[in-house]
């Protein structure tokens, strides 16, 4: 039976787990991102998380898929994550191959690899043309056209977080000002109530805020009604420039329910006009914390449709 090892590594988590040829996860374990330490250390770690998988499992990975957040220079692996302190262009598919010699090991962009496994398991499946979204801490996305990843120039075609909803709004962390990320975001989103009175406390969350929405607290609302917004005008601008069908929108924000997809659909409506837009469906997410693994596996599962890069070229660039 095939079995891929799938790492998906993030601000807050290392995860890894076993998924099978049917996109099933097995052997699931992850642990928080250190928050401090080298570079080393933090390998350290990671290769502790897989070591707990890998003797779960009791079987040797016929292939390797990792999620990591970004930026990272694409396909060669090299990894600086804004939200990663300890890892400044640090050669994480090199170190994963001298680990697992044998096996192709293909990395992608953590938000991408989301994007994927919705495609192919999730809420996307059995649609041609999907923007997957994540709306959590940042936004990202991964874009799927004909059944394909499309990954761009770089590998960050669908990355819809800095596509620009407000050039008169905040600025944003890219250097740019009104991006989609700079609204929507839960870190965006806390700021932005505080400065309109909402809890004064340095350590409030996006957690906190959604629970207060729900609540009926009348700023929490309105910061989730300007999300919901700001996204709906992004998908609609995304759904004109790729036909798309489906728009599938994970991350923490999404499981907030109505309260932030009644008024993304209603700004949707308002600015997707065109004929070929009208009946595009955004739907939430339904792998949860688990996409980015299957995502990462089908890397490796499903490289027909997820993976555009040769091995050979990858031998080259290494």
């Not at 262009?89 to 994927?116: K, S, T």
């Not at 629970?211 to 609302?221: P, Y």
Request: net charge negative; hydrophobic share 45%.
């Amino acid at each position: 039976m095939t079995a891929v090892l799938a790492i998906d590594i993030g601000g807050t988590k290392m995860a890894a787990a076993m998924v099978d040829a049917e996109g099933t996860v097995s052997s699931y374990f992850r642990e928080p991102t250190p928050r401090s330490g080298n570079a080393e250390s933090l390998w350290q770690r990671l290769e502790s998380v897989l070591a707990k998988v890998l003797a779960d499992a009791g079987v040797t990975p016929d292939g390797v898929g990792v999620g990591c957040s970004g930026p990272m220079t694409w396909p060669e692996g090299v990894v600086a994550p804004l939200n990663i302190v300890a890892w400044r262009d640090f050669p994480l598919r090199q170190r994963l191959r001298e680990m697992f010699p044998n096996v192709p090991v293909r990395l992608h962009n953590d938000a991408v690899c989301v994007a994927i496994g919705e495609h192919w398991t999730g809420a996307g499946r059995g649609a041609h043309n999907v923007l997957g979204m994540v709306v959590s801490t940042g936004v990202g996305g991964g874009l799927l056209l004909g059944g394909r990843l499309i990954d761009g120039a770089s590998g960050n075609a669908g990355h819809i977080g800095h596509v620009v909803v407000d050039p008169a709004g905040p600025d944003c962390a890219c250097g740019g000002r009104g991006c989609i990320e700079a609204i929507a975001s839960g870190p965006a989103l806390v700021a932005w109530a505080q400065r309109q009175g909402w809890r004064a406390d340095a350590e409030a969350t996006g957690v906190e805020l959604a629970a207060d929405a729900r609540g009926g607290e009348a700023i929490a609302l309105a910061a989730m009604h300007r999300a919901g917004t700001a996204l709906g005008i992004a998908i609609a601008s995304a759904a004109h420039l790729c036909d798309l069908d489906t728009v599938v929108v994970g991350g923490g924000l999404s499981q907030t329910g109505a309260l932030l997809f009644d008024p993304l659909e209603r700004a949707l409506r308002r600015h997707a006009r065109m004929t070929f837009t009208r009946n595009v469906r955004v739907v939430p997410a339904q792998l949860g914390q688990r996409a980015g693994l299957v995502g990462a596996a089908a890397l490796i599962l499903r490289a027909g449709q997820y993976w555009s890069q040769t091995e050979e070229y990858l031998e080259v660039v290494q």
